[in-house]
């Protein structure tokens, strides 16, 4: 084994050349804030090989005077330099093409220099497969930071008219949905600053009424006489926007900082349950026809299925997230409207604006209604409206209708008694198939990509103005919740004719936290039918592909699809493509990875798992070859062994790679990363002592910081230990009083940390017969 002791593990990341100061006096720079990928800064940005994509950072400094910044993008390139003047806040971007092989991470680097001091930040990039996930990604990645730079400076969004409260909602929610929150890091990520004014500015636009008994029963499900609204002359309109941006902060506890009497001071889960009360009370009375059991543009009066569904878009997850109340008559009233509205006449079905009708918009809402109501997609207008979708999907798809989309989205991702993911022609009305485009492609396609300006980069079309557009569209492409995410990897790949693939999906992960995984599934024969399960992320399942043109070249599309514990649940999918080739194959890099480390502790990186599928035919591993210090161009000559030690110092997450190549030069490359961290320091017990009394054993030990202590016991001489209890208490002791007298025990504690464990010296002790 040959370890090329470089030392400069972390000069990579703030090598940079700066430019001379633009002028004297210039500002301190106070903060350099790059964007981090879904709120996280230890996750990256997707990208894929050559395309273009716009790294995005915020500077702050406390005055106006110039600075000077530098971007190193990681990959080798020339840095790129500017100044920075007349404010004390930037938005700092710049256009960039990676190119590599798929997994390869890049590290940019944003430095500002004020003359004096300097301070730095990393943007994390990897390519990924280009397909529409890592399509998805960038778009969203793109969109927010457009939604970003469109917010005023009192915390509010303008779209459409005077109305500011449902575009600002519809902002905010858009962050909100890819995790950067109220309750997130300013100093980490810049977006947390945008949400938390958005919502301090939402709050300003609520306002209290008195509400009371309606004629099919009592809306004020708290006792309080209050219901609340958004200020103006569409509340019904804004009011879902406004529920749903609230809901996603997922604090239901949280305190409003602003606003009026009655909104000031309440918890959010209290002003949405009074918002839910309005909606209650302000739906039509009438017994049957145009007045009963819609909302329009203001209170009591008749409905439309444009306004109809803003009352169950915002009470959907009021109730089923946040456990709000809604009384059940609400409900059957609002299918007393549907029942109105629909119009059953075979293709033509669907639902109408102010009566019965079959429109893009209309009939989409109506089905969020049906959902809301309880009705699920056994009912017979929800088969009706599903008609119109596989007779017209290609109008409709192709109509820019927005605001028929966001509907249509929010029907199906929300239909009971689990989400629709196909029509029921086995059209995969989201993601689209080989020949048509689904929703999320469309929206792809209609997004500004602009590469030489970032002013415009990011947008959607100009439909009830671009921030209503962009908001929906980008919560189309996310969710309208915190969504599980599908990662899978498969190896080998390219395979041979009939060789096994494992696939690996412990990647996956939820957005939000108080929420897991429950379910892992895959069709490895692109048929639309899940072939094979299981309720462990670990798990990993292998298939095999026979090409027919075998020995040309194959290509199979193989689909995750993981699903939460939500209710109804949530999913989401990932495709990797697996290529068959003839031989020769380039063998399998395995790096043993992710690694977890204490700073200081040393590891041992283990590729021994690598293989080569073309063995039987006489080709083998001949070297493998590890990159560490991520200096590019990626030369993998800092370690060289199948295993070798390493040690980092410093607290962080580093990419790391393993190069195998076979014995006819041909070569692959697998990356993963190493955590070090202090939660991965273990110290283990040294001081165990134990004290006996007649049928009793104290064991007293020094605290070591560890968050668990586990007691175990041998009976037999210390040949078998088996747990007897467990304590998180910081005295260190424990009393066993299930021992006899004239009996010999051996005792252990496990300290247990979160990423690791560590067992004492066992002690033992004779416990006596007398006092």
């Not at 944003?110 to 990924?128: A, F, H, Q």
């Not at 075979?346 to 893009?360: K, L, P, V």
């Not at 007293?700 to 668990?708: G, K, N």
């Amino acid at each position: 084994m040959k370890i090329n002791k470089k030392n400069i593990l972390f000069l990579a990341l703030t090598a940079v050349v700066f430019l001379s100061m633009a002028s004297v006096g210039a500002a301190a720079v106070t903060k350099v804030i790059c964007v981090p990928w879904e709120g996280n800064i230890l996750a990256d940005h997707q990208t894929w090989d050559g395309k273009v994509i716009l790294l995005k950072a915020v500077v702050h400094a406390d005055n106006t005077a110039a600075m000077s910044y530098a971007w190193n993008f990681g990959d080798g390139s020339a840095n790129i330099t500017g100044s920075l003047s007349g404010s004390t806040k930037y938005n700092v971007d710049i256009f960039h093409a990676y190119s590599g092989t798929v997994g390869t991470p890049f590290i940019a680097t944003l430095t500002v220099n004020d003359g004096s001091n300097e301070i730095s930040d990393i943007y994390r990039v990897r390519i990924k497969n280009f397909n529409l996930d890592t399509e998805r990604a960038v778009a969203v990645d793109d969109a927010l930071w457009w939604l970003y730079k469109q917010q005023y400076a009192d915390g509010h969004w303008a779209s459409y008219g005077s109305y500011y409260a449902s575009p600002t909602a519809s902002a905010v929610h858009a962050f909100e949905v890819n995790n950067h929150l109220e309750i997130g890091n300013p100093n980490e990520d810049p977006y947390v600053e945008t949400v938390s004014k958005g919502l301090a500015y939402i709050f300003t636009r609520l306002g209290a009424a008195t509400i009371g008994a309606q004629t099919y029963g009592d809306p004020d499900t708290n006792g309080n006489m209050l219901g609340i609204q958004v200020t103006g002359s569409r509340p019904i309109y804004e009011g879902g926007m406004v529920m749903d941006a609230i809901i996603n902060s997922r604090t239901p506890g949280a305190i409003a900082a602003t606003g009026p009497v009655n909104v000031i001071g309440r918890t959010y889960k209290d002003i949405i349950q009074d918002m839910c009360d309005m909606y209650a009370w302000g739906q039509g009375d009438a017994a049957s026809g145009i007045n009963a059991g819609g909302w329009r543009y203001s209170w009591n009066v008749q409905g439309d299925n444009s306004a109809c569904q803003w009352a169950a878009i915002g009470m959907i997850p009021a109730e089923r997230t946040w456990g709000c109340t809604v009384p059940q008559w609400v409900k059957d009233r609002n299918d007393v409207w549907l029942g109105y509205s629909y119009r059953d006449y075979g293709s033509y079905s669907g639902f109408g604006y102010t009566g019965q009708g079959a429109g893009t918009a209309t009939t989409p809402s109506g089905m969020v209604q049906l959902s809301f109501c309880g009705k699920d997609t056994s009912d017979y207008r929800w088969i009706g409206c599903e008609d119109y979708f596989v007779i017209y999907w290609n109008s409709w798809n192709n109509s820019y209708d927005y605001y028929g989309y966001y509907a249509g989205f929010k029907a199906f991702s929300l239909a009971l008694p689990t989400p629709v993911e196909t029509l029921y022609n086995g059209f995969d009305w989201y993601r689209g198939d080989a020949t048509t485009w689904g929703l999320a492609k469309r929206l792809i396609e209609d997004q500004d990509r602009n590469v030489s300006s970032s002013s415009t980069r990011g947008r959607f079309r100009d439909y009830y103005g671009r921030v209503f557009a962009t908001a929906w569209a980008t919560i189309i492409l996310s969710g309208f919740e915190a969504q599980p995410v599908a990662v899978v990897t498969a190896d080998p790949n390219p395979t041979g004719q009939d060789v096994p693939v494992t696939f690996d999906h412990s990647a996956s992960y939820h957005l939000d936290p108080n929420h897991n995984l429950t379910l892992f599934e895959y069709d490895f024969d692109d048929d639309g039918t899940y072939d094979w399960s299981s309720t462990d992320i670990n798990a990993k399942p292998t298939y095999t592909f026979h090409c027919d043109t075998y020995p040309t070249p194959c290509t199979f599309i193989v689909t995750l699809r993981v699903t939460d514990d939500s209710s109804p649940v949530k999913r989401d999918t990932e495709t990797i493509d697996i290529e068959v080739t003839p031989p020769p194959h380039a063998p399998t890099a395995v790096t043993g990875g992710p690694y977890t480390v204490c700073p200081g502790g040393t590891i041992t990186l283990d590729g021994s798992e690598s293989f080569d599928i073309d063995e039987p035919e006489g080709d083998h591993i001949a070297s493998w070859d590890w990159e560490i210090d991520l200096l590019v161009p990626y030369d993998y000559d800092d370690a060289t062994g199948e295993t070798v030690e390493m040690t980092w110092a410093t607290p962080g997450i580093y990419d790391i790679a393993l190069k195998v190549t076979d014995s006819n030069g041909l070569t692959n490359v697998a990356w993963t990363t190493v955590h070090v961290d202090n939660q991965y320091c273990v110290t283990c017990v040294d001081d165990l002592t134990a004290r006996a009394k007649r049928g009793k054993v104290q064991l007293v030990w020094t605290h070591v910081d560890a968050d668990r202590y586990d007691i175990y016991r041998s009976d037999d001489g210390g040949t078998i230990y088996n747990k007897i209890a467990e304590t998180t208490s910081t005295y260190s002791t424990y009393l066993d009083s299930t021992v006899t007298s004239g009996n010999t025990y051996f005792y252990y504690v496990k300290s247990v940390f979160a990423g690791d464990d560590c067992d004492s010296d066992p002690v033992q002790i004779l416990v006596p017969t007398g006092r």
